[in-house]
């Protein structure tokens, strides 16, 4: 096979893995937050990713992301947040709670120590 034709099948790959990657986050989409006594509380699954992978929150209220891992792969347990100054070991099948107040309008990204999984927290107005 020709050079053309080996770049041409690896734009073709290129595309195809950025498709499956883009419809998974669709189809894993984030939730907006309720709030309850002025705290926006969320619950996140930790099985190979995070569910939901993307939170939306206000900015300058408290927030409290309650991670439950259901799995036992080494890769989830621990969580890093990138932006505030957080982290914490998430043993399996409990509940750990991680609490900040998001003082800028953004993107909050969590993950594991490798950054393999990824999380986002989006701060608005
Ligand atoms: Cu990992």
Known sequence: MSIAAWLGNLAGVAVVLWLV???WLAHR???T???VAGVQAARITVQGGYGPAAVFVAKGKPVRL?????EA???SEL???DGVDR???LPENE???VEFTPRRTGRITFGCHRGTLRGHVIVVD
């Open 73 to 75: 792969s080494p890769c």
């Open 79 to 81: 969580v890093i947040f």
């Open 95 to 97: 509940t750990v709670s």
């Open 66 to 70: 309650d991670f439950t891992r259901r």
């Open 33 to 35: 937050v309720p709030q």
């Open 21 to 23: 990657r883009e419809l």
């Open 29 to 31: 989409e984030g939730a």
């Open 87 to 89: 982290r914490a070991e």
